[in-house]
């Protein structure tokens, strides 16, 4: 990224207080800047942002799409630099290009698998599968990961054994715990 000197819009001190956490002790701008944010509210989301988590892992910046912000900690202040949008929009696009790629090409790995698993060869097995999982919940209830650990099945392989019993109304959903949701047979 090449800094210049008229992409900086606006410099904020973020302090530590140690009574009300993190409040903004100054602000300037620079070059009449239209920076939308209200840095009053925002000290703390841009002070955990970069000091919080994990001592080594910690952001140098964040891009937002009108700004990006810079920061550099200094004790338990943090020093916030903002600046306007720069050209590498173009290499988040193709960056986000990328990621869409790779998205696509894991899901249709899932859905081979998926169909792997279920074709006309593995169909007795799923079909057994189906009769156990039935019998199983017949009297009691499962998560679904745990129905997955039981039948050392894959995520997608699981959702679509539930899935095709609850639509034959051979099993029902009966709450969740957490995330999961549990399960037991009709």
């Not at 210049?4 to 973020?14: G, I, Q, R």
């Not at 302090?15 to 703390?44: C, R, T, V």
């Not at 097995?125 to 050392?152: C, D, G, K, Q």
Request: proline letters at 3%; a negative charge.
């Amino acid at each position: 990224m090449n800094f210049d000197e008229k992409d900086l819009m606006s410099v904020a001190l973020v302090g530590f207080d140690l009574i009300n956490g993190p409040i903004l002790k100054w602000q300037q701008d620079f070059h009449q800047s239209n920076l939308a944010i209200n840095l009053d509210e925002f000290a703390a989301n841009f002070y955990l942002a970069f000091k919080g988590g994990n001592e080594g892992i910690k952001p140098k910046a964040i891009l937002y799409d009108d700004f990006a912000i810079v920061a550099f900690p200094r004790g338990l202040e943090l020093c916030c630099m903002f600046l306007k949008p720069s050209d590498d929009t173009y290499q988040l696009t193709q960056l986000a290009k990328v990621a869409e790629r790779v998205i696509l090409r894991k899901d249709t790995e899932e859905e081979q698998t998926a169909n792997i698993n279920t074709n006309s060869d593995l169909g007795q097995e799923v079909t057994e599968v189906e009769r156990i999982l039935v019998n199983l919940l017949r009297n009691t209830e499962m998560s679904t990961p745990e129905l997955r650990r039981a039948f050392n099945l894959n995520n997608s392989q699981i959702w679509k054994i539930v899935t095709d019993l609850e639509e034959r109304k051979q099993l029902k959903r009966t709450g969740k715990h957490g995330r999961a949701i549990c399960w037991t047979a009709s």
